[in-house]
């Protein structure tokens, strides 16, 4: 049907139809008057449904029923227009469009959808001359094999949508046609726009989207929720309180120019809001949720966030997120270089939740670098990103809590909210792609919240391009910086900075760490020039502040490790260290490098421990009540050119408060810091309280008006030998000349200082050695412990302690100190402890020998109870090897009474064949030699003295050997030899043994004579020993150790007697035996050469000892396998010559040793015949004396007959 130049209306009712076999249902072309059609009915066209062509006007179509063509509705030649379009039934188009203007067509009114729109396109307008106000959809609009909505060059107003708009591309696409892009002024979504790809794209150059509020859900396929590319843009506003989902949630790209981004709804996709390519955002509010699902790679472009700011200078001036993002990757990041306008973020402001929620598997150092598990990222992209401000006053819970790669900006980090990081609070690191010469900086850090970081709180990296060193400009903290098993504060690199400061003010202020609270390996300080920056003070903490190192707990909490390191510096801190108005650090300010300033602890300050092992050059100052328990010096305090000549004095430590400990240490007590150079500068100027262990260099003395304790001496172990050595630490003159000064009411208590003689007689040798004291109060110095040498002391000498004590003129002043009553000589101490001074009055004292720390008598009773006990274990061992071994083969014995006997001797014999074959283990009748090996361990308790105790031996040996059977009845020899290995330690003197010892002998055993079946024998052996002795020896007063070593040598000889009894009843034997023993030993000279050059020398000394022995053997077989012995005994000395001489310096002693006169032993085993000719045996021996003296043995012996 064809409507032509006069217009007119066509209706068609619900049983009525047009479907003509070709060409266009209803077609209109140059009409000149009102046309409208109403259908309730069914149009249908092959080619169009209605076609309004050439310069035709189609007011109102209204249609409820169908209308249907390859195109459902179209304006389709130059000048067509088709005014408004509502539908509330259906309209259908194949592969074209449902409803569609193109050709120079233009739909110029309203379409008002509550039916079916559906089409290859679902509305397509294409061309300039479109220009719709309204398009309201609350039925469905789909484009099957395109868009939901297409915009080609062309415009609409409005589009509102409360039902369906789908397409299998994009369900809403705004195009460019013709060189001229499409516009959409503004989207309203209250229902469902999806696409395949997009939900809502502007796609082509020119194309623009200006506002989009969304109420529903937008829902793009492997493209965007909502996005602007290709020279599309989105320049008005976009506001969600619905979902948008994509593959990202909303991209803007380009020319997209965005006054405000607001989400209360949800964004899904694995970037939720994408800004790049320079487009620019005003404002980005978040008060809903954001969720970006996508995991970060290794370059920029596979890059993921909750916002995501990317390449070319794209800039949002205000992010804020009052709600919640969810983050697989990243939550803010910005990977890109500075815009025009000068900032990529001019605000970032979190007061909602940054949290990610990826797995900690999924992370790398590579795409970490890349903000993989970040909350806020930023990494450089052809130039350097900028962020103004980020404010956090909510919560960032992400595996670091803020990343800054290479070549980054931010002007202010404000954190009033809670940083909580599984890794590092703040970072400023590296990633992979990123070497230029580009300045990475943060200018400001001021946290009032908490950072909360598993490794470091705040973390700067070594930069991969050391010309661009990172560096953050000032940190103010009034909140908490944690670092659970780092350090609150890291810079890890010699030229890594912290250029003007770090400053913590008020009580809630702290920085900790595991390791450290703040760890410096970088500077501390950069702008600073002497007091340029606050005041010089670049690590400051003021009213209540703390720096804490940390320990953990078991229920996860923490507390406060005064024993570790709250400031370990190994770079430098251009500075000082300032702390005031009761601020604390809990742990250890441990400086390895550099300070160039001082530490000052101001109004009830405290530190609990400063360890210096490099330069603190404006010294250390306490005022007002401050406390430090302890200083450890083995670096130099103060400055080397500090004027002491002048009145503008800087003392290297000014103590008005209380130091309860000050260490300045030269390495007393290892040696590997014995050639250290240890200085304080400026001296010690001490108006409160301080405890001084010096063992270094004090320049410019020690001047006190309060209370001083000090110990000026140590131990020195020289650095090749390890030989110890007592001398004092150094202590320069102040600018009075005086070594020690005290004045007013003060106290100085000397608790150590070492002299090299006991006194000193020249004035030459008082001023080279002596202390020279001044003051207008010498009366308040006081020699508590003074150590003296001890190499030249002598016995009943009285010896002058007051010449320790010197005026500048070198004259005895000593008699001036305790009050005027002069050095107490009950002080004088050695520092061996082998002297002991009583003093006499007026500073007079005399010297005692203290003989229990005399090692002599020890020693000598060592090497004498060692042997005889050894002897008496080897002779136990020997006497159940040294037996009868062998089977007697009486076809050989000739001199028997039995064979005087007749009949006799054939009973008897076969009677003591058979007893013999029961008693030796042995069934091989053609074996003549037996051997053995035999382990033992030994546990021994020598009694030395009364007043000295027992020294404690444990002893392993092994012991073998063999015997060999001599024809016709002559009996049985054999040798041994042996090792064994004794540790000993006798506690009261402190000395340790380590005996080695080897040795061996002969053996004999043969039978006397037979009377029936009982045997009478004979058992002798020899014996040679050689014993080396090494010696080590500490002292009661000092850590210092000695050695030496001794040789002994020692021979002799033992002969037995004895019977074997058998009782054939219960098949047992007993032996009695007597015998008498001689044992000799000799020593070599040895001496210990003590500190000092006290030398203990002992001259070599011959000993001899005579024994008789009595023993009482029961040996019990209790089958053809098993049989058990038991022995008991004693020994009696009758002659012994044991005495030792001694030169102790100048004093000699002579003394005997003496040893037990009587010994006890016993001795039980039980042995197990493993084979015919061979058996094993466990055995124990012991032994003992009335002066409690013990000895016991295992041993277990393997013997074998061949």
Known sequence: ?????????????????????????????????????????????????????????????????????????????????????????????????????????????????????QGGNGVLLNGNNNTLNNLTNSGVIQGTNGNGVFIQGSSIKNLNNNSVIQGNNDGILVDVSSGKGGTLNNINNSGLIQGNSNGIRAGGNGSIIENITNTGTILGGNGYGIGADWGGAIQGTINNSGLIQGDKGIVLNRLSDISTLTNSGTIFGKTGIQVSSGAEVDSIDNKGTIIATGINGDKFNKGNAGIFILSSGS????????????????????????????????????????????????INDANEGMGQGAGIYMGNLDNVPKIQT????????????????????????????????????????????SNEDRQTEIKHVNNTGSIIAGRHGIFIDISSNQNVPFYIKTIENKGTILGQSGAGVFINGSNQHIKDYIKLEGSNALIAGGTAGIYNKGTIGVNNNGTSVNNGNVIDLQ????????????????????????????????????????????????????????ISLNNNSYISNIRNSGVVKGGINLDNNSLVNTIINTGIIGNEATPLNTQDITYGINNSGTIEKLINSSGGLSVSNTDKDIHIYGGINNSGYIDIFNTGNIHGGITNNGTLIINNSHIYFEKNTGKAYWHSGFIGKNNNGYHLENNNGGKLNIDGWYFNAPEYTTKEDRLQNSIIIGGNNLGGINADSIYINNKDIQQNIVYDANTFFINKEGESIGDKTNNNLGVDGNNIIDPTGIFNFVGVGNGGYMAHVDLDEVSGKTLAKSMVYSARLRNINISNILRDLNTKNFQTEFSQVLDMELSKKGEAYGNDA????????????????????????????????????????????????????????????????????GYEDASKEQATQRLKLDDKTYYGGLTYYGVLARDGINQYYISASTRLDYTKTDIEKTYKNNTATIDSDAKTYGYGVDVKVGANYYNTLDIARISPEIGLSYYGMSNKNFTLKHLGGLKEHYNGEQFNFIDASAALKWYKPWSDKIRSNITIGAIVNLYNDAQGSLKLGQNYF?????????????????????????????????????????????????????
């Open 315 to 362: 800039s949002v001036k205000t992010i804020n997120n009052d709600g919640l993002i969810l983050t697989y990757n990243t939550g803010v990041g910005v990977i890109d270089k500075t815009p025009d306008s000068g900032s990529n973020i001019e605000t970032l402001s979190n007061s909602g939740t940054i949290k990610y929620i990826g797995s900690l598997d999924v």
């Open 910 to 977: 076969d009677l003591l064949a058979e007893l013999e074959d029961i008693f030796i283990p042995n069934k091989n009748p053609n074996a003549k030699n037996h051997t053995f090996l035999l382990p033992y361990y030994n546990h021994s308790s020598i009694k030395i003295g009364k007043s000295v105790g027992s020294l404690s031996s444990n002893t392993t040996g092994l012991i073998g050997g063999s015997f060999r059977e001599l024809p016709n009845d002559y009996g049985t020899i054999g040798f041994y030899l």
């Open 1150 to 1202: 002579t003394t005997q040793i003496e040893t037990s006169k009587y010994y006890g032993f016993g001795q039980l085993g039980l042995s197990y015949a493993i084979a015919d000719n061979a058996d094993l045996s466990l055995n124990y021996a012991g032994a003992f004396t009335f002066d409690n003296t013990t000895s016991h043995t295992m041993f277990l012996k393997l013997g074998l007959w061949w």
């Open 1 to 117: 049907m064809t409507i032509g130049n006069g217009g007119g209306t066509l209706t068609i009712t619900e049983s009525g139809s047009i479907k003509p076999s070709n060409g266009n249902g209803v077609y209109i072309n140059s009409t000149n008057g009102q046309s409208n059609i109403s259908n309730n009915g069914d149009i249908q066209g092959n080619n169009n449904g209605i076609l309004v062509d050439h310069s035709g006007t189609l007011n109102n179509i209204t249609n409820s029923g169908t209308i249907q063509g390859d195109n459902g509705i179209r304006a389709g030649g130059n000048g067509s227009i088709i005014e408004n379009i509502t539908n509330t039934g259906t309209i259908l188009g194949g592969n074209g469009y449902g409803i569609g203007a193109d050709w120079g067509g233009a739909i110029q009114g309203t379409i008002n959808n509550s039916g079916l729109i």
């Open 390 to 433: 980020i404010n956090n006053t909510g919560l960032i819970d992400t595996y670091n809590g803020m990343y800054f790669s290479l070549g980054t900006h931010v002007e202010t980090i404000n954190n009033s909210g809670t940083v909580y990081a599984i890794k590092d609070g703040i970072v400023l690191g590296n990633d992979k792609h």
């Open 543 to 598: 009213d209540g502040a703390i720096i804490a190192a940390l320990t953990p707990n078991q229920d996860g909490s923490f507390s406060y490790n005064l024993a570790g390191d709250a400031i370990l510096n190994e770079g430098t801190i251009k500075g000082n260290i300032n702390l005031n108005n009761k601020a604390n650090i809990y742990g250890a300010i441990n400086n390895k490098n550099t300070i160039t300033g001082n």
